[in-house]
């Protein structure tokens, strides 16, 4: 079936926005190679940025069915593991928020559980909930980042996410997931922003604002626990 030339286009353009995230982990992973956080954490957040978009103007637009031969879902899940994954567990190592063993057994569970994770074809429930631990990592490691907690309490979150990974319960998807979705997406907005404060603290020398990791713990939460409340009061599935 011959589609007109202007839907090709946007579907492609679309597409190409979508792959404009491995360039921003490409600017992520040489800001932290060279210890600049700060710059590789904004280089992230871009990248969150354009991944929560693209997928609603790629249903929008109906790329899938204009440009059948291009899976935006393969590329997707490729830039996500670099974004999600690979780049937080080098992150963790590379602040040196652990001891050198546990960074490095912190980074094994964070990359290996991540790829098993994306070969589950079971990942998505019935009402576009994750199921296990979605591959947050990104959000987990920058929390992190922001708390500075102690190294085994930092080594311990990781270590039960990564658990989590393999056991079925809910994690909800902001923008997809319909139940709450309004307070869901204020609570990801609070988390944005409160991130941003804290990066433009440091950014200018100032510690971060109480209130920033205040807002920043209790949006985390919240994110990190929805979908199992909602799962035992059996709005989700």
Not at 36 to 49: D, E, H, K, T
Not at 136 to 157: H, R
Not at 188 to 199: K, S, V
């Amino acid at each position: 079936m011959n589609r007109p030339p202007n839907n090709v286009l946007i579907a492609f353009s679309i597409h190409l926005f979508t792959a404009s995230g491995a360039f921003l982990a490409f600017l992520s992973i040489v800001a932290a190679g060279e210890g600049r956080f700060v710059s590789m954490w904004f280089w992230l957040g871009i990248a969150l940025l354009v991944d929560g978009v693209d997928g609603p103007l790629a249903r929008h637009f109906d790329v899938k069915n204009v440009l059948p031969n291009w899976s935006g879902e393969t590329l997707d899940n490729i830039i996500d593991y670099v974004t999600f994954a690979m780049i937080p567990a080098f992150a963790l190592y590379q602040m040196g928020m652990l001891q050198e063993y546990a960074s490095f057994m912190s980074a094994a569970l964070i990359v290996c559980t991540s790829a098993i994770y994306y070969a589950d074809t079971r990942m998505k429930s019935r009402d576009n909930c994750f199921i296990g631990f979605p591959i947050c990592w990104n959000m987990v490691v920058f929390t992190l980042y922001v708390l500075q907690p102690n190294w085994y309490v930092a080594a311990s979150v990781v270590a039960l996410s990564a658990l989590l990974t393999f056991i079925p319960w809910l994690y909800v998807h902001p923008v997809r997931v319909r139940i709450w979705r309004p307070f869901t997406l204020g609570m990801l907005a609070l988390w944005a922003a409160c991130g941003a404060t804290a990066l433009a603290n440091q950014y200018f020398g100032y510690p971060v604002p109480l209130l920033a990791i205040i807002g920043i713990t209790v949006s985390g939460i919240y994110l990190y626990c929805v979908g199992f409340v909602l799962q035992i009061l059996g709005k989700a599935a």
